[in-house]
């Protein structure tokens, strides 16, 4: 019996010392992550957070990770810039909010005339741009993961009803992107502000029009209010992608476990946040239509001018910027035959079963 305890308090030995050894692997990790919209948006801030709480579950609450709203600890449009600087360990935004940087940050969230959330996942993951988009994050210090997209965009609010392209000339429009500028060549007088300023800008008076996601964020922000005018399609948002971006140094610094949550994470959210849209988009479309709403479609004049306009922007900075010219003929080669290929089934189905349900109620 003796001989027994003594053998039953050996097996014990290694797992006393092997306590330190997994402490030491999986350490305590406290992060700082903001996201680039305030807390009432419930998919977009809600979706980081979600992120967050799931790194969390995935490291038996090891590695806690505490989520900020825009303007709590940064600025909205700033996420980029705290990421860099390793004020923060990172951010969840639209990397288009900083093609004042390099106009190339905007293929990587949402292109005008470009990839739909299907198809820019696809590129990202299995068609070259998500190794293009680790290459200019590298230049910021920053490691990127997709995380989430909103789909298919509405072309936003107009005080006035937009019948030919006359009537963008000078209008005031809170548009984000490359999209700027493809509206300021058609004759409109673009703006980029966050999203807690658009609704008391558009109430002043400041804006004459606005544009931020869909139906259900657009409800909370209350645009139905002051503007009627609800224009689709959002030809340069046919899909828009989030990342979470991380100070390089700190992702580095993580145990293979913990980079490994992180990236889970991040790929459940692609799928979450589009499925969060696709189910309450048509409940907030429904009920704005009821609040005053007037459902416009843009003229195609207006589509045609901007297709034109889009493409030639694209030539110019491709012979402006190395980097835009490499990633656009990556990214308009992937675009082009994806194109071809949702014509033949996706399109082809969408164009007969849409209207036919709508006849036949």
């Excluded at 092997?18 to 419930?42: G, M, Y």
């Excluded at 940050?105 to 739909?116: E, H, I, M, R």
């Excluded at 005018?229 to 979470?244: D, I, R, T, V």
Aim: glycine share 8%; proline share 5%.
């Amino acid at each position: 019996m003796q001989r027994r305890l003594m053998l039953g308090a050996a097996a014990a030995v290694p797992a006393v010392l092997a306590t330190p050894a997994l402490a030491q692997a999986n350490p305590e990790v406290r992060w700082r992550i903001s996201s680039a919209f305030p807390r009432n948006l419930d998919v977009l801030y809600g979706t980081g957070e979600r992120i967050t709480q799931r790194v969390a579950q995935l490291t038996d609450n090891r590695f806690q990770i505490r989520f900020f709203a825009a303007n709590e600890i940064v600025p909205g449009l700033q996420v980029l810039d705290a990421v860099q600087a390793g004020t923060i360990e990172g951010g969840h935004t639209p990397v288009y909010y900083y093609t004042g940087k390099d106009p190339s940050f905007a293929f990587f969230t949402a292109l005008p005339f470009g990839l739909n959330a299907r198809q820019n996942l696809a590129w990202l993951a299995y068609g070259g741009g998500g190794e293009l988009a680790a290459e200019l994050l590298r230049d910021y210090n920053i490691v990127g993961f997709p995380a989430g997209d909103t789909g298919a965009q509405m072309g936003g609010w107009f005080r006035n009803e937009i019948k030919s392209l006359d009537d963008l000339k000078g209008l005031k429009f809170r548009v984000a992107g490359l999209a700027g500028e493809i509206f300021r060549r058609m004759g409109a007088v673009p703006t980029q502000i966050a999203a807690s300023d658009i609704y008391p800008a558009l109430e002043r008076g400041t804006l004459d029009a606005v544009e931020f996601v869909g139906p259900h964020d657009d409800e909370k922000l209350g645009f139905v209010r002051v503007a009627r005018h609800y224009y689709a399609p959002g030809f340069w948002e046919a899909g828009a992608h989030l990342h979470l971006l991380v100070n390089q140094a700190a992702f580095e610094a993580l145990p293979p476990a913990y980079k490994a949550a992180v990236e889970t994470a991040c790929g459940e959210a692609n799928a979450d946040m589009l499925a969060r849209y696709d189910h309450l988009n048509p409940q907030a479309l429904r009920r704005l239509v009821g609040a005053g709403a007037q459902l416009r479609f843009w003229p195609r004049d207006i589509l045609q001018a901007a297709w034109k306009e889009a493409h030639a922007l694209y030539d110019e900075m491709s012979a402006k910027n190395e980097r835009f010219r490499k990633i656009w003929t990556s990214y308009k080669a992937y675009r082009d035959e994806e194109y071809q290929w949702f014509r033949v089934a996706e399109s082809s189905f969408d164009n007969f079963a849409f209207p036919e349900a709508a006849r036949r109620g």
